[in-house]
């Protein structure tokens, strides 16, 4: 199974996207054999549906998809103006040498520069803004931090390398340096997509948010 319905009406569907499947297609084409979410949709649904945003092959959760072209360019326009927001479930084990010490229900507002290598993002003077909000939920019995974190800018692995940036890699994310295994996929999962802000969103019959559990 590559997702499970969520949300569904004449203009969009939204599903909680399964770790380990793309969204669109990779770079490479035909040659990446990966599941690919919005041709499963397609088939599935039996229409053409227009991706609106992206969750990365590893991440799971919320992710929407327009049912015609109108739907797309307004979705694109909320989403571009940064008004509609989301909010993501991170679990993160610290990294031995992790030096800066968070505190539970605190909020952190944390700016870089980032640009997307072949695989990976770094922080570099020649990228571009980012703009994370991080809050630590809670740490469990195992040492493992709950963060909620809402990217206001949108960049490429934006979430997984501020979290390895501060000494606390997603659990199992072995590209950002986790030792940490995990079921499926990264401890990376979107919850939560805030449409109050987005205009009209009500034409398009869509509430003013969208919630699932944080962890299946």
């Known amino acids: 199974m590559s997702y499970k319905n969520f949300f569904d009406n004449d203009y969009f569907i939204v599903v909680d996207k399964d770790a380990s ?35 990365d092959y590893e991440v799971q959760g919320l992710i929407m998809f327009a049912k015609n072209p109108e739907a797309h360019k307004a ?9 509609v ?18 505190k539970v ?31 630590l939920t ?6 493992i931090f709950h963060w909620e974190m809402n990217p206001i800018t949108g960049r490429s692995h934006q979430l997984r ?5 501060h000494g606390h890699p997603i659990v199992g994310d072995v590209l950002y340096s986790s030792t940490e295994s995990f079921c499926a996929g990264i401890a990376l999962r979107a919850f939560k997509i805030d449409f109050t802000k987005a205009p ?14 944080k962890f299946n």
């Open 21 to 55: 499947v793309l969204s669109v297609p990779a770079r490479s084409g035909e040659k990446d054999e990966r599941p690919v979410l919005g041709r499963i949709l397609e088939i599935d649904f039996g229409i053409t549906i227009y991706p609106v945003h992206r969750l």
């Open 75 to 83: 979705a694109n326009a909320w989403f571009e103006k940064k008004e």
């Open 85 to 102: 927001h989301k909010t993501y479930i991170a679990l993160t084990k610290p990294l031995p040498d992790a030096s800066k010490d968070f």
């Open 105 to 135: 229900g605190e909020s952190y507002k944390w700016m870089c520069k980032l640009l997307r290598g072949k695989k990976r993002t770094y922080e570099s003077p020649h990228g571009k803004d980012s703009t994370t909000i991080a809050k």
């Open 138 to 143: 809670s740490i469990d019995e195992n040492g």
């Open 161 to 165: 390398f501020e979290l390895f940036r």
């Open 200 to 213: 009209n969103h009500d034409k398009f019959l869509l509430p003013d948010g969208l919630e699932i559990n």
